[in-house]
């Protein structure tokens, strides 16, 4: 079942709309595979590639969507489960500068997105619709469980369509 307003803060609905799919488990694993095949295709020059000062390398970018689906992943569970703490925010640039991209390699990146997403949707099947149904407190507003797996996948989405517009498209220039 797709995500309804009610469910998530108004950001969220920029990323579920990239969501084609209207399951959380079929949107996970469809886009992980779409995405795997588009990763694997960019090219080794790129890796450390920013497309502008102060933008992020082409590995930064990735590794941030990797810590965003473990974040986000972290608030499903914790919601799933009954719990309604707020969860702290985090700070992106601060991951990000500290994520030691530069010294990581592509085949590394690509081993833990594949491990995370594999992890998380064991998860999110592991969910009955009761599950997926309940709410909690993030910092942008309330969110259901299955609102936060559609927002995973868009939010991944989101930033490869970056990587092909800006970053892929520069070096075409």
């Given at each position: 079942?797709?995500?309804?307003?009610?469910?998530?803060?108004?950001?969220?609905?920029?990323?579920?709309?990239?969501?084609?799919?209207?399951?959380?488990?079929s949107?996970?694993?469809?886009?992980?595979?779409?995405?795997?095949?588009?990763?694997?295709?960019?090219?080794?020059?790129?890796?450390?590639?920013?497309?502008?000062?102060?933008?992020?390398?082409?590995?930064?970018?990735?590794?941030?969507?990797?810590?965003?689906?473990?974040?986000?992943?972290?608030?499903?569970?914790?919601?799933?489960?009954?719990?309604?703490?707020v969860?702290?925010?985090?700070?992106?640039?601060?991951?990000?500068?500290?994520?030691?991209?530069?010294?990581?390699?592509?085949?590394?990146?690509?081993?833990?997105?594949?491990?995370?997403?594999?992890?998380?949707?064991?998860?999110?099947?592991?969910?009955?619709?009761?599950?997926?149904?309940?709410?909690?407190?993030?910092?942008?507003?309330?969110?259901?469980?299955?609102?936060?797996?559609?927002?995973?996948?868009?939010?991944?989405?989101?930033?490869?369509?970056?990587?092909?517009?800006?970053?892929?498209?520069?070096v075409?220039?």
């Amino acid at each position: 079942m797709r995500p309804v307003k009610e469910e998530c803060p108004d950001y969220y609905w920029y990323y579920i709309g990239l969501v084609k799919q209207n399951d959380v488990v079929s949107a996970l694993t469809e886009t992980k595979k779409s995405a795997l095949d588009f990763i694997k295709s960019i090219s080794t020059d790129l890796e450390n590639f920013a497309y502008a000062e102060g933008k992020w390398t082409v590995k930064q970018v990735l590794i941030h969507c990797i810590d965003t689906e473990r974040i986000f992943s972290a608030r499903a569970l914790t919601f799933a489960r009954g719990d309604k703490q707020v969860p702290n925010s985090y700070d992106e640039n601060l991951y990000g500068a500290n994520c030691a991209a530069s010294s990581r390699t592509m085949s590394d990146i690509i081993e833990e997105f594949e491990a995370v997403r594999h992890s998380n949707i064991c998860l999110f099947r592991s969910f009955n619709t009761e599950n997926l149904k309940k709410v909690g407190p993030t910092p942008s507003g309330p969110a259901s469980v299955n609102s936060i797996g559609f927002t995973i996948c868009g939010h991944t989405e989101h930033h490869l369509n970056i990587i092909k517009e800006r970053y892929l498209q520069t070096v075409k220039k």
